[in-house]
């Protein structure tokens, strides 16, 4: 199994900008449907961003134009660019992956068998 640990959280005002990384261990994720994930108090998990193995990419609504999920094949890394921040987006952010070659990832929790311990992003107005 992939080993997966995310970093990059922490505290901002809102209309900043923070970029999650997530670092995976164990094997290649090259190949990989990967997430971020997030979860804040009194709500359910969900999904943010998604990205399959041949790199294409989907978001959750309220995120669109302001998150970018990419991948660094030479790092092993997933990263997720989020820019204009606002309170809602504060929540524990997790990083998922369902390796080997997959060809399309979905918004769904069980899908994804590997997953970090989480980083926390707060946003204050």
């Known amino acids: 199994a992939v080993q997966l640990v995310e970093s990059g959280g922490g505290s901002v005002q809102a209309g900043g900008s923070l970029t999650l990384s997530c670092a995976a261990s164990?094997?290649?994720?090259?190949?990989?449907?990967m997430g971020w994930f997030r979860q804040a108090p009194g709500k359910e998990r969900e999904g943010v961003a998604i990205i399959d193995g041949d790199g294409s990419t989907a978001y959750t609504d309220s995120v669109k134009g302001r998150f970018t999920i990419s991948r660094d094949n030479a790092k092993n890394t997933l990263l997720l660019q989020m820019n204009n921040l606002n309170p809602e987006d504060t929540a524990m952010y997790f990083c998922a992956a369902r390796v080997g070659t997959c060809y399309l990832a979905v918004f769904r929790i069980s899908f994804y068998p590997n997953w970090g311990q989480g980083t926390q992003v707060t946003v204050s107005s």
């Open positions: 164990g094997y290649s994720i090259s190949r990989a449907c």
